[in-house]
T-cell receptor, first 107, second 113 residues
Framework: TQLLEQSPQFLSIQEGENLTVYCNSS?????LQWYRQEPGEGPVLLVT?????EVKKLKRLTFQFGDARKDSSLHITAAQPGDTGLYLC???????FGAGTRLTVKP | DAGITQSPRHKVTETGTPVTLRCHQT?????MYWYRQDPGHGLRLIHY???????DKGEVSDGYSVSRSKTEDFLLTLESATSSQTSVYFC????????????FGSGTRLTVV
């Protein structure tokens, strides 16, 4: 069983600030996914990372997979209110999700 | 739209009654999944299907059964609903399996009173 721990659990920032959220495990992942979920909706896939050390960029979002493939981070540059939501990481191997980071970006 | 719909969107039922939730897809994806989402627990896998009539249990399968008689439909049944099954239920689909990510439905909010 690969448990995923996400931190912080809650994050409230002002528009324009930068932030990083984390997803950690004691086990190695073959791949890891990040999702964003808005209230009343299902999660939406943002990215899949596969290779240790991999960095992927999606506009202002930068995703990094740790060299040992046990951890991942999501960095948002110049956060906007539209980034508000619950950010979830998921390990592909056993279909488990972390509990998520709830981000609020205030205008 | 991704072509996945869940019904009903909201349901209130009484303890001890059977309940069936439906997931319908128009993508012809092989894999389908049922998750429940609760505060502090994130998404937890209930059951999944890797083809018609091929299903398997997930992390929290007790008290739930599933059926998939057609590619497009995946049904989740609560045999005898309990208050602990009050939750938001999400269906997800995947064309090639979990490594390639899921597309989720909009969820069913179930309240057992």
């Amino acid at each position: 069983t690969q448990l995923l721990e996400q931190s912080p659990q809650f994050l409230s920032i002002q528009e324009g600030e930068n932030l990083t959220v984390y997803c950690n495990s004691s086990s190695v992942f073959s791949s890891l996914q990040w999702y964003r979920q808005e209230p009343g909706e299902g999660p939406v896939l943002l990215v899949t990372v596969v290779t240790g050390g991999e960095v992927k960029k999606l506009k202002r979002l930068t995703f990094q997979f740790g060299d040992a493939r046990k951890d991942s981070s999501l960095h948002i540059t110049a956060a906007q209110p539209g980034d508000t939501g619950l950010y979830l990481c998921a390990g592909a191997y056993d279909m488990r999700f972390g509990a998520g980071t709830r981000l609020t970006v205030k205008p | 739209d991704a072509g996945i719909t869940q019904s009903p969107r909201h349901k209130v039922t009484e303890t001890g009654t059977p309940v069936t939730l439906r997931c319908h897809q128009t993508e012809n994806h092989r894999y389908m999944y049922w998750y429940r989402q609760d505060p502090g627990h994130g998404l937890r896998l209930i059951h999944y299907s890797y083809g018609v009539k091929d299903t398997d249990k997930g992390e929290v399968s007790d008290g739930y059964s599933v059926s998939r008689s057609k590619t497009e439909d995946f049904l989740l049944t609560l045999e005898s609903a309990t208050s602990s099954q009050t939750s938001v239920y999400f269906c997800a689909i995947s064309e090639k399996g979990v490594s390639y990510g899921y597309t989720f439905g909009s969820g069913t909010r179930l309240t057992v009173v």
